[in-house]
């Protein structure tokens, strides 16, 4: 399991660009082997959106500890004040209205989920309320790893299918070094309620009688939320190329026809390099940045997950490379996937960062007559060991200079699959191609010699 730093995460998640639950909370949870959360609103129902990560914190034995405020109706607030109930008694019946109208609106697993996280106690809740009656409605959380590393959160969001998906919400994040006495102190505090070592806060185990009719939901197992992995079957074709390019010293080119599945032969290649190896240090090059996602969700029905996607703003991505590169030379990680754009790969700071991995690295470089582009012929890419390029038209039109290079960096084509044989043995479909020819007025052929020049570049 990679560590907390090696993940791709921001300093900030807020509703008009991340879906926070998926963007966030999963990505820390597949992470951890601890997570501390403080909120003044905490549902079941919310469990439901990170139940794949829930149910592998099972398999790992991991611990969730849950401050929460009990969500009172202003006439049980006004009983407790008139000395009509006492305090434990309306929370109780509180907590137990909660779970009747939950078990009313779900049709999944969720309850038998948080049953048995806490027969495993797994899960451990406790509640929190004033001493003077008024809302408590701090809202923070702290993941930890098995590596002593932590993300501390906090912001509006509250542990509802509300706070996580259907309100507009912020959350601000600290995992960096500088931001170590925001962690500490966070950590600090909860403790501290835990612990019920809070001035003006009376914090009480979950009621019995709450925990009891929890538990009347447990059910003989769990149903599996995973999905089950894909199945990849290499097809003859696929096969023939790792043969090829791993006789030619896992160097080359597959010259391969778009739809004949370039993406899954590289990664077939790259899977079976890491296994004899032992390790990888895989980078991946695309020319447009929607490709980063499209490989991402290749790469990970090969089992590689937490991958680092480095393009943008270069203080999102240059940090986080340097201690992937540091924990892979050093041993700590014996497998990292970084994806990257052809336009970041050819700045100082990646090249710098690149260039310093000792061994067992791998290069896919898709489309790779990009590759060939004049700002990446000064890279620092030569000790990178295998390196492998994909196109179906790998030479550049016009730039010599460009297919040269390319060519005396992968190497030659060690495969061939043309579009004409993928037609004949039927893994394309036959169609018609109709040229139609248009004539450029003066100034369109400029503009189209403009932009062809600023290919090359």
């Excluded at 778009?258 to 079976?272: D, E, H, R, W």
């Excluded at 061994?359 to 470089?365: L, R, Y």
């Excluded at 000064?378 to 290079?405: C, M, Q």
């Excluded at 005396?408 to 039927?426: C, K, N, P």
Aim: aromatic share 12%; net charge negative; charged share 30%.
């Amino acid at each position: 399991m990679s560590g907390l730093k090696n993940l791709d995460i921001k300093f900030k998640y807020r509703s008009d660009l991340d879906t926070i639950y998926r963007d966030f909370y999963e990505k820390c949870l597949r992470c951890s082997i601890k997570y501390d959360r403080a909120v003044g609103y905490f549902t079941s129902d919310s469990l439901k959106l990170i139940a794949r990560e829930l149910e592998n914190f099972i398999d790992r034995n991991g611990e969730i500890r849950i401050v929460a405020n009990p969500q009172l109706k202003k006439e049980d607030i006004d009983a407790i004040e008139k000395g009509y109930k006492a305090k434990h008694d309306v929370i109780t019946a509180a907590l137990l209205d909660t779970i009747e109208v939950t078990t009313k609106n779900l049709e999944d697993e969720t309850l038998n989920v948080i049953a048995w996280l806490i027969y495993k106690n797994i899960l451990k809740i406790k509640i929190a309320y004033s001493k003077n009656n008024c809302i408590y409605h701090e809202k923070f959380g702290i993941f930890y790893d098995d590596f002593g590393d932590k993300v501390v959160f906090s912001g509006s969001a509250n542990e509802t299918i509300g706070g996580l998906v259907n309100n507009f919400e912020k959350i601000d994040v600290y995992f960096e070094d500088h931001e170590k006495t925001r962690i500490d102190d966070a950590v600090t505090d909860f403790n501290n309620l835990w612990d019920n070592c809070t001035a003006g806060l009376e914090i009480i185990d979950i009621p019995k009688a709450v925990r009891n009719e929890i538990l009347t939901y447990k059910k003989e197992s769990i149903k599996s939320t995973k999905k089950e992995k894909k199945k990849i079957s290499p097809r003859e074709y696929q096969l023939q190329a790792l043969n090829n390019f791993k006789n030619n010293n896992w160097n080359g080119i597959l010259e391969m026809a778009t739809g004949t599945g370039k993406t899954i032969t590289s990664l077939l290649i790259a899977n079976s390099y890491q296994q004899e190896s032992g390790r990888i240090f895989l980078i991946i090059l695309v020319p447009f940045t929607h490709l980063v996602e499209q490989w991402e969700d290749n790469a990970a029905m090969f089992n590689y997950i937490n991958i680092l996607k480095c393009y943008d703003l270069k203080k999102s991505w240059v940090s986080k490379l340097e201690n992937r590169v540091r924990d892979f030379n050093i041993g700590i990680t014996t497998v990292e996937v970084v994806i990257s754009t052809y336009k970041t790969s050819s700045s100082q700071e990646f090249n710098d960062i690149i260039s310093n991995i000792r061994g067992k690295s791998f290069i896919i470089a898709d489309e790779c007559h990009y590759f060939g582009i004049k700002s990446l012929r000064n890279n620092k890419f030569e000790r990178i060991d295998a390196k492998l390029g994909l196109s179906a038209t790998p030479d550049r039109w016009w730039d010599e200079g460009g297919t040269t290079y390319l060519r005396e960096y992968f190497g030659d084509t060690v495969y061939e699959y043309s579009l004409e044989e993928a037609i004949r043995l039927g893994v394309l479909t036959e169609y018609k191609y109709t040229p139609i020819v248009s004539d450029l007025k003066t100034e369109e052929i400029r503009e189209y010699e403009k932009l062809t020049k600023k290919l090359f570049n």
